[in-house]
């Protein structure tokens, strides 16, 4: 016999059709049989902190892509360069601070 601690999985399968329209009654007896709709809206377009926007779909890698700064799309060829041209800032980091020391 198997251990009543261990569990299996149970599968349901469902085929539920679901009309194309229903008339007010049958709306209305729906309405008293299943709980209130969770994701009811609470304000409307004309009040005062409502401000009405239209969204699009995009792409999500089109969109990071876009966002990317110049330097990201189109890297420095010669990176020395830019090391160079951050020296300065770069000499007095404390992170690189050691690397300008002599030992």
Not at 46 to 69: A, G, Y
Not at 93 to 101: F, K, N, V
């Amino acid at each position: 016999l198997k251990s009543p601690f261990e569990h299996g999985n149970l599968f349901i399968l469902l085929n539920i059709e679901f009309p194309s329209s229903l008339d007010v009654s049958t709306q209305a007896a729906l309405a008293r049989l299943l709980p209130p709709p969770k994701h009811t809206p609470t304000a409307t377009e004309d009040d005062e902190d409502v401000e009405v926007c239209e969204l699009k779909d995009i792409d999500p890698l089109t969109s990071f892509k876009d966002n990317l700064p110049e330097e990201a799309l189109h890297p420095n060829p010669n990176p020395l360069t830019s090391f160079e041209d951050n020296w300065p800032e770069m000499a007095t980091s404390p992170l690189t601070r050691p690397l300008r020391e002599k030992v």
